[in-house]
C-alpha cells in the first residue's frame, strides 16, 4: 500500500518501508513481529498447558483404536477394544510384532486408520499407549520453535502432566506395566527381536552368560536336526564347553521342571502368595511418593502463574527467564527423584504380576504334563540356564527356579 509517496511491503514477518525513489528507508525490526508471534504462542501454549493441569484429555479419534468421543469424554467401542486385547495377549505370549501384524491381517482386521495393511510401528504405538489404561500422559511433545512450529519429544524440559482415571480403563495397569517391561527387554538384547522360534533369547550359557542360537546339523541328508548351542561356543577368543541341546531335550526339560513344580503346586502357591502381599506393601514408598506429587503440583502452579503473566502484562524477559529456569531445574530435580521412585514401585508391580500370572497358570493345570506345551513355555518360561547335562535351570516367571538334569 502507499502512504504520502511511501510504498510499505509486508514479506512474512518483515516490514519494508521504501520512498518515491524506491529507496530503502526504514527496516522495521522483524523482532517486533517475533515478539507479537512468541506473545501469542505463549498465551496459547499457557491455555493448553491450563487443560491439561485441568486433566482435560483429548484423543484423534479417527486414528484412536478403541474409543470414540462419547457425551463426557473418550468412551469404549467394545470391538475395537478387542482387537487391543488380543494385541496385548499376543505380545506377552512371546509373539514378535510383526507375527501380530500377519495375525490381524490374516483375520481382516482394518487398521486404527481403516486400512488392511498393518504396520510394526502401529502396533508398537499401541502397546506403548497409556491411554489404554484409563490414565493420560499429557506434553508429551512440546514446541521448540514457535515460529516454525517445530516440536520434540519432551525430555524433562517441561512439565509433564499424568491424568490418573481419566476415562474407562481397556487394559489394566499391571498388563500395560508388564508389556513396557518386555518391550525394555527385548530392546535390550542388542540386536533386533526376530522372536526365530520358541527358545529364542530364553537358552542362556551357564558359563559366558551369552544365548544360545539355533544350528541345523545335517541339513541335506535323512538326519537333519536342529541343535541349540552357546552362540560363542568355537569364538577363537572365548571358547565355552556348555553342551548343545536338541530341541527335543529342552522340550523336555521344560516339562520335568514344570511338572515338578505342579506336584507341589499347593506349598508354591503359599509361598508364592506370601511373597504377592510383600511386593504389594508400598507404604514406605508411598510416603515419600506424595509429598514428592504434592511439592511437583505446587511447582507446576508457580510456572503456570509465571507463563501467563508474562503472556498478559509486559515483563523483564531477562528476569522472566532466570525464574522459569529455576523453577524448571526445581521441577526436574523432584521430578527425577519421584521417577526414580515410581520405577521402584512399578518393578516391584511388575515382578507381582508375573508371579501372579503364573500361579494362575499353575493353579488352572488340571495334572502333569505328559508332552510339551508351546504356549505355556511362552507364558511361564523366564529362561533356561545351560550349564551341564546334568544341570539345567529353569527360571519361571516371577522367579521361581528349578534345576533339573537333561535326559541324553
Not at 527358545?199 to 538326519?223: A, M
Not at 526436574?332 to 501372579?356: H, N, P, S, Y
Request: glycine share 8%; with cysteine; proline share 3%.
Amino acid at each position: 500500500m502507499k502512504e504520502k509517496g511511501v510504498e510499505i511491503y509486508f514479506q512474512k514477518e518483515n516490514i519494508y518501508t521504501l520512498d518515491a525513489k524506491g529507496e530503502l528507508l526504514i527496516t522495521i525490526m522483524s523482532s517486533l513481529a517475533q515478539e507479537e508471534a512468541r506473545g501469542i504462542s505463549e498465551n496459547i501454549t499457557w491455555g493448553q498447558r491450563k487443560r491439561m493441569a485441568d486433566g482435560k484429555v483429548s484423543m484423534s479419534y479417527k486414528h484412536f483404536l478403541g474409543y470414540e468421543k462419547g457425551p463426557d469424554g473418550p468412551q469404549i467401542v467394545e470391538t475395537e477394544a478387542r482387537v487391543v486385547r488380543q494385541i496385548y495377549t499376543l505380545f506377552l505370549e512371546g509373539r514378535t510384532i510383526r507375527e501380530i501384524c500377519g495375525t490381524l491381517m490374516a483375520a481382516g482386521i482394518p487398521t486404527p486408520g481403516g486400512k488392511t495393511v498393518w504396520q510394526v510401528s502401529t502396533v508398537r504405538s499401541i502397546l506403548q499407549q497409556e491411554k489404554y489404561t484409563g490414565n493420560a500422559l499429557l506434553q508429551k511433545r512440546y514446541t521448540v520453535d514457535f515460529l516454525n512450529k517445530i516440536t520434540k519429544p519432551n525430555e524433562g524440559e517441561v512439565p509433564q502432566y499424568f491424568v490418573e482415571n481419566s476415562h474407562p480403563a481397556i487394559i489394566d495397569l499391571p498388563t500395560y506395566e508388564l508389556a513396557q517391561a518386555e518391550l525394555a527387554r527385548r530392546a535390550s538384547l542388542g540386536k533386533k527381536f526376530s522372536g526365530n522360534g520358541l527358545f529364542f533369547c530364553k537358552i542362556i550359557c551357564g558359563e559366558c552368560g551369552g544365548f544360545y542360537g539355533s544350528k541345523v546339523w545335517h541339513s541335506k541328508d535323512p538326519y537333519r536336526r536342529v541343535v541349540w548351542q552357546c552362540n560363542r561356543k568355537y569364538n577363537e577368543k572365548l571358547h565355552c564347553d556348555t553342551p548343545h541341546l536338541t530341541e527335543e531335550q529342552l522340550q523336555g526339560a521344560f516339562v520335568k521342571a514344570f511338572n515338578l513344580l505342579w506336584d507341589k503346586k499347593e506349598g508354591l502357591l503359599a509361598e508364592l502368595a506370601a511373597t504377592m502381599r510383600k511386593l504389594a506393601d508400598t507404604a514406605k514408598m508411598d510416603g515419600e511418593i506424595t509429598p514428592l506429587k504434592i511439592l511437583l503440583g505446587d511447582i507446576l502452579a508457580d510456572i503456570q502463574a509465571l507463563v501467563k503473566q508474562n503472556a498478559s502484562t509486559a515483563q523483564d524477559q531477562e528476569v522472566y527467564a532466570r525464574r522459569y529456569d529455576e523453577l524448571t531445574g526445581d521441577y526436574k530435580a523432584t521430578k527425577e527423584r519421584l521417577d526414580a521412585l515410581m520405577a521402584a514401585k512399578q518393578a516391584r508391580g511388575i515382578t507381582r504380576e508375573k508371579m501372579r500370572r503364573f500361579c494362575e497358570v499353575l493353579r488352572d493345570t488340571a495334572g502333569p504334563l505328559a508332552v510339551f506345551d508351546a504356549r505355556l513355555w511362552c507364558a511361564v518360561v523366564e529362561s533356561v540356564t545351560v550349564f551341564t547335562m546334568s544341570r539345567v535351570a529353569v527360571c519361571f516367571s516371577g522367579g521361581t527356579r528349578v534345576e533339573i538334569a537333561v535326559d541324553g
